[in-house]
């Protein structure tokens, strides 16, 4: 009974492929994330949805396109890999989304890709 | 700017020895939000404290207690009696419009 689930758990593919990574959580909760952690384990947002909306979307390339079915689910779908694509890619979840920043995120167990 | 440093890059211990990890940030807001993750070998992240910014207590967790001061921006974070266990790369993080802005991690050796 996993709080939040992401597969595949590793990705290994060649350049110029197109890849998604899927995520659920059952908490109820109402706000996803997508975080990415750099090989030098820096960890950075990518995205985030409300209730099925985007309200976050940081400086990412366009090849990135996350989607959200429904509220216990964010996908993120990457077109065109390339080399600097491979690293660990978390799925988060909060009980909601609030301006005064209070929400604990919760974390999947993420998602290592690596582009050859 | 919101910012969040770990000075620290790795910290070696010795079984039962104390560490303190050091977290210093930077926020313009008067209310915000503090929190440690811990990332294991296994590579998962693992939520520890949350803390807003008007309480200052100490809290205590078993081994675990972190010493908030805002009067330095400080969020620092202290194992007791360390254990193997213990080993793992652990986050500080500041919340700011729903995005975690994290620290670059610090990273515990325990070893027996």
């Known amino acids: 009974d996993t709080a939040v689930s992401q597969t595949p758990k590793y990705l290994v593919t060649q350049m110029g492929n197109d890849k998604s990574i899927k995520c659920e959580q059952n908490?109820?909760?109402?706000?996803m994330y997508w975080y990415k952690q750099d090989s030098k384990k820096f960890l950075k947002i990518m995205f985030s949805y409300n209730n099925k909306e985007l309200i976050i979307n940081e400086t990412v390339p366009n090849r990135f396109s996350p989607k959200s079915p429904d509220k216990a689910h964010l996908n993120l779908h990457i077109n065109s890999l390339e080399l600097g694509d491979s690293a660990v890619y978390f799925c988060?979840?909060?009980?909601?989304?609030?301006?005064?920043?209070?929400?604990?995120?919760?974390f999947g167990p993420g998602t290592r890709l690596l582009v050859l | 700017a919101q910012k969040v440093t770990q000075a620290q890059t790795e910290i070696s211990v010795v079984e039962k020895e104390d560490v303190t990890l050091d977290c210093v940030y930077e926020?313009?807001?008067?209310?915000?939000?503090l929190f440690w993750y811990k990332q294991p070998p296994s590579g998962e992240l693992v939520f520890l404290i949350r803390?807003?910014?008007?309480?200052?207590q100490n809290e205590i967790s078993g081994r675990y207690s972190w010493n908030f001061q805002k009067s330095t921006s400080s969020f620092n974070f202290t194992i007791t009696a360390s254990q193997v266990v213990d080993s793992a790369v652990y986050f500080c993080?500041?919340?700011?419009?729903?995005?975690?802005?994290f620290g670059a991690g610090t990273q515990v050796v325990v070893t027996p």
């Open positions: 988060a979840s909060s009980q909601k989304f609030t301006s005064d920043q209070q929400e604990t995120q919760y």
């Open positions: 993080a500041l919340s700011f419009w729903g995005k975690l802005q």
């Open positions: 926020t313009r807001d008067t209310t915000y939000y």
């Open positions: 908490l109820g909760h109402d706000t």
């Open positions: 803390r807003n910014s008007f309480d200052e």
